[in-house]
């Protein structure tokens, strides 16, 4: 069994910057074979694909965030991160971490962090 444990969010006035995290544990052979994506849910709103990374280090962003999020991955620490820039209020939304491992082997998701940009 894989848990997946984010960090990180909080709230912070538009302009501001914020560091989120994951960290997967339990039976965990291989990281380094495993994408990683983060999610985000708005109120109302479905969830959707903000970045992922994957196995080779390739990574992917949707339009509204590139320039000012960028992910990164450290699998000695089973760890992803998210840097989010010059955060916008429309960047307020439930952030989800989601691992998945080759040929569906693995499609784990943490609980959430819920970020606010807000002044």
């Known amino acids: 069994q894989v848990q997946l444990v984010e960090s990180g969010g909080g709230l912070v006035q538009p302009g501001g910057s914020l560091r989120l995290s994951c960290v997967a544990s339990?039976?965990?052979?291989?990281?380094?074979?495993?994408?990683w994506g983060w999610y985000r849910q708005a109120p109302g709103k479905q969830r959707e694909l903000v970045t992922a990374i994957t196995n080779r280090g390739r990574t992917d962003y949707v339009d509204s965030v590139k320039g000012r999020f960028t992910i990164s991955r450290d699998n000695a620490k089973n760890t992803v991160y998210l840097q989010m820039n010059r955060l916008k209020p429309e960047d307020t939304a439930v952030y989800y971490c989601n691992l998945r491992g080759p040929f569906n082997t693995l499609d784990e998701w943490g609980q959430g962090t819920l970020v606010t940009v807000s002044s």
């Open positions: 339990g039976s965990i052979f291989n990281i380094s074979t495993m994408d």
